[in-house]
């Protein structure tokens, strides 16, 4: 696994992710006086978001010979997919119950609030 060892790489890290995420409120309301959704851009956005952080993951996370202390991360990825598993089917189920019509009236207002 690759890990960044030095400040100024760690310090560059951390000022590319700012300049990317400093621009995203900028390229966003450009796009809305463009008349494009935000539910759209932001949809692109997070897609993107979700391959960029995969393919970074498998890359990085491949480079350099795995070892107990730090394995690499397709074997981290296999000692944790119980958790992932189980925070999905969780998150499914809140979202179920929550939109199940049990708890709305004829107003569409919900009983519980």
Request: with cysteine; net charge negative; glycine share 8%.
């Amino acid at each position: 696994m690759y890990l960044v060892e030095s400040k100024g790489g760690a310090i560059a890290c951390m000022l590319f992710s700012l300049f990317f995420l400093g621009t995203w409120p900028a390229i966003m309301t450009l796009l809305e006086r463009r008349g494009r959704l935000p539910q759209h851009t932001y949809l692109d956005y997070s897609i993107t978001n979700l391959l960029a952080a995969v393919i970074i993951a498998l890359t990085f996370g491949q480079i350099g010979s795995s070892t107990p202390e730090r394995p690499n991360f397709i074997t981290q990825l296999s000692q944790v997919s119980f958790s992932f598993m189980d925070h999905t089917y969780t998150s499914l189920g809140e979202i179920n119950e929550f939109l199940s019509p049990k708890h709305e009236n004829f107003t569409g207002k919900r009983d519980d609030l």
